[in-house]
T-cell receptor, first 114, second 109 residues
Framework: GAVVSQHPSRVICKSGTSVKIECRSL??????MFWYRQFPKQSLMLMAT?????????EQGVEKDKFLINHASLTLSTLTVTSAHPEDSSFYIC??????????FGQGTRLTVV | GQNIDQPTEMTATEGAIVQINCTYQ??????LFWYQQHAGEAPTFLSY??LDGLEEKGRFSSFLSRSKGYSYLLLKELQMKDSASYLC??????????WGAGTKLIIKP
């Protein structure tokens, strides 16, 4: 199957700093990537849909100025958590869709803000 | 509103069979997915059903009834490594994935 690589897998940062998470499609081109957040024992929550060459589409309640998404190429999307706070600590996962249906996930990033 | 329901937790014995149910109410339907997620890891794809019936893939099978808004994932010959959360997700009319909260499956020796 298709491979999606997400980096870093774990990051600890100080409150008020920014963290960038990268999501790469290694063996295919992804015009659309998705960013999810998952709190412990909860379901995946879609944060935004990232489209190559255009602005991301954010879900209701997600602050676009806080969670900056850039999809600069067909193989790379980045999520930057700006001015991170402890409540932003979560598991962030990206995915890329192949065709209309199948989705492949990155490894996920465990963000801890201290 | 859109809703996916699945049991929170299930326990089964190594070597046995377990069925994890999922019921859904969504605006439109473009297929139902099952994913496996081990603790601290990203989900991995298990199955996709868009037509009614049973899809078998090795030890795992997935069933769909669109008229009932119902699916199940059947795991046979359970192994300890099958201990994980199993996520049911439905793709709605906008091709967005609506996720269930997941079923934590505990396998006992």
């Amino acid at each position: 199957g298709a491979v999606v690589s997400q980096h870093p897998s774990r990051v600890i940062c100080k409150s008020g700093t920014s963290v960038k998470i990268e999501c790469r499609s290694l063996d295919f081109q992804a015009t659309t990537m998705f960013w999810y957040r998952q709190f412990p024992k909860q379901s995946l929550m879609l944060m935004a849909t990232s489209n190559e060459g255009s602005k991301a589409t954010y879900e209701q309640g997600v602050e676009k100025d806080k969670f900056l998404i850039n999809h600069a190429s067909l193989t790379l999307s980045t999520l930057t958590v700006t001015s991170a706070h402890p409540e932003d600590s979560s598991f962030y996962i990206c995915s890329a869709r192949v065709g209309a249906t199948e989705a492949f996930f990155g490894q996920g990033t465990r963000l801890t803000v201290v | 509103g859109q809703n996916i329901d699945q049991p929170t937790e299930m326990t089964a014995t190594e070597g046995a069979i377990v069925q994890i149910n999922c019921t859904y109410q969504t605006s439109g339907f473009n297929g139902l997915f099952w994913y496996q997620q081990h603790a601290g890891e990203a989900p991995t794809f298990l199955s996709y059903n868009v037509l009614d019936g049973l899809e078998e893939k090795g030890r795992f099978s997935s069933f769909l009834s669109r008229s009932k808004g119902y699916s199940y994932l059947l795991l046979k010959e359970l192994q300890m490594k099958d201990s994980a959360s199993y996520l049911c997700a439905v793709m709605d009319s906008n091709y967005q994935l609506i996720w269930g909260a997941g079923t934590k499956l505990i396998i006992k020796p």
